[in-house]
């Protein structure tokens, strides 16, 4: 029997108190472009998708759901059968979210709303002239109190593969493509965002992208310097509504099928395969703020 497989993180759907300010950071600090407004829900694209932020204007700030594109191979009610039998509820809905038709909503273990789709609207609106433009939304790290429960949930249920770990079972890195995380799930007594990632093009991108960040009056957290586990080299800092945004590029590429990453000359051990690493950054650069615990 085929089994479902999520092959991208499509988008993320915050609720804001500060919804103009985030849709002035997102189109002018990170040079995204608004697709449509509805209901007063702005959605925002960087490239071909209908959108990949969507904020809506609310009395808290938090992550309202984040949006995963499925390979399509499956119908969504074969999905939600699938689903149905490892005891997971779900619910279909449609026409909930422009560009998507159909979707199925459910939650993980930790509570996190989870959008699965087959098809999304293409937009033309295209890349941003302006700000940063990032190639596309990287990964999502986020806080979980059963955090173990949570990994498994996303193996088990959305075809994710394990790549890596950080310290005993803090930090979890999955993916489900040739990024080495599209999830990083960390170990915590609370469920919340951890961080939102964006990728971008090279080195000369990552300086010119701090650049954009002082012009706004973004002030860098940490970095550059790059990570043990992924080796993506990055920076941090905060959005509007005090969500931790990193800007990464060298992410580490995965084969599934080798259960190995590409090579590459910074890789210490070859073949490079998923492993337990004790620090953060391979440069051993000290962090000014404890991402940990931020």
């Given at each position: 029997?085929?089994?479902?497989?999520?092959?991208?993180?499509?988008?993320?759907?915050?609720?804001?108190?500060?919804?103009?300010?985030?849709?002035e950071?997102?189109?002018?600090?990170?040079?995204?472009?608004?697709?449509?407004?509805?209901?007063?829900?702005?959605?925002?694209?960087?490239?071909l998708?209908?959108?990949?932020?969507?904020?809506?204007?609310?009395?808290?700030?938090?992550?309202?759901?984040?949006?995963?594109?499925?390979?399509?191979?499956?119908?969504?009610?074969?999905?939600?059968d699938?689903?149905?039998?490892?005891?997971?509820?779900?619910?279909?809905?449609?026409?909930?979210?422009?560009?998507?038709?159909?979707?199925?909503?459910?939650?993980?273990?930790?509570?996190?709303?989870?959008?699965?789709?087959?098809?999304?609207?293409?937009?033309?609106?295209g890349?941003?002239?302006?700000?940063?433009?990032?190639?596309?939304?990287?990964?999502?790290?986020?806080?979980?109190?059963?955090?173990?429960?949570?990994?498994?949930?996303?193996?088990?249920?959305?075809?994710?593969?394990?790549?890596?770990?950080?310290?005993?079972?803090?930090?979890?890195?999955?993916?489900?493509?040739?990024?080495?995380h599209v999830?990083?799930?960390?170990?915590?007594?609370?469920t919340?965002?951890?961080?939102?990632?964006?990728?971008?093009?090279?080195?000369?991108?990552?300086?010119?992208?701090?650049?954009?960040?002082?012009?706004?009056?973004?002030?860098?957290?940490?970095?550059?310097?790059?990570?043990?586990?992924?080796?993506?080299?990055?920076?941090?800092?905060?959005?509007?509504?005090?969500?931790?945004?990193?800007?990464?590029?060298?992410?580490?590429?995965?084969?599934?099928?080798?259960?190995?990453?590409?090579?590459?000359?910074?890789?210490?051990?070859?073949?490079?395969?998923?492993?337990?690493?004790?620090?953060?950054?391979?440069?051993?650069?000290?962090?000014?703020?404890?991402?940990?615990?931020?």
């Open positions: 029997m085929y089994k479902v497989k999520v092959f991208r993180l499509a988008y993320a759907d915050f609720v804001s108190e500060n919804a103009e300010s985030m849709t950071y997102y189109t002018n600090t990170m040079g995204y472009r608004i697709t449509e407004k509805k209901d007063g829900i702005i959605y925002l694209s960087n490239g998708d209908h959108h990949n932020i969507v904020i809506t204007p609310a009395e808290k700030t938090a992550i309202r759901s984040y949006g995963y594109q499925l390979d399509g191979k499956l119908s969504l009610e074969e999905v939600q699938q689903l149905h039998q490892q005891g997971i509820a779900s619910r279909i809905k449609t026409d909930v979210k422009p560009g998507i038709s159909k979707l199925i909503e459910l939650n993980d273990p930790a509570g996190n709303v989870i959008e699965l789709f087959t098809e999304m609207e293409q937009s033309a609106i890349y941003g002239s302006s700000g940063i433009v990032p190639l596309k939304l990287g990964h999502i790290a986020f806080y979980a109190n059963n955090h173990k429960e949570v990994v498994q949930f996303y193996q088990g249920a959305l075809g994710f593969w394990f790549t890596d770990q950080i310290g005993e079972d803090f930090c979890n890195f999955l993916t489900c493509n040739s990024d080495h999830l990083n799930i960390v170990a915590s007594k609370e919340r965002l951890h961080h939102i990632a964006f990728q971008l093009k090279d080195a000369s991108h990552h300086f010119a992208s701090s650049d954009v960040l002082a012009k706004h009056g973004r002030s860098i957290l940490w970095g550059p310097s790059r990570h043990t586990a992924g080796h993506n080299v990055a920076t941090y800092h905060y959005d509007p509504d005090g969500n931790v945004i990193e800007l990464f590029t060298d992410l580490d590429v995965f084969i599934p099928e080798l259960g190995i990453f590409e090579p590459r000359p910074w890789h210490k051990d070859l073949p490079l395969k998923p492993k337990v690493w004790e620090g953060l950054s391979s440069w051993g650069t000290e962090f000014e703020v404890d991402l940990a615990k931020v």
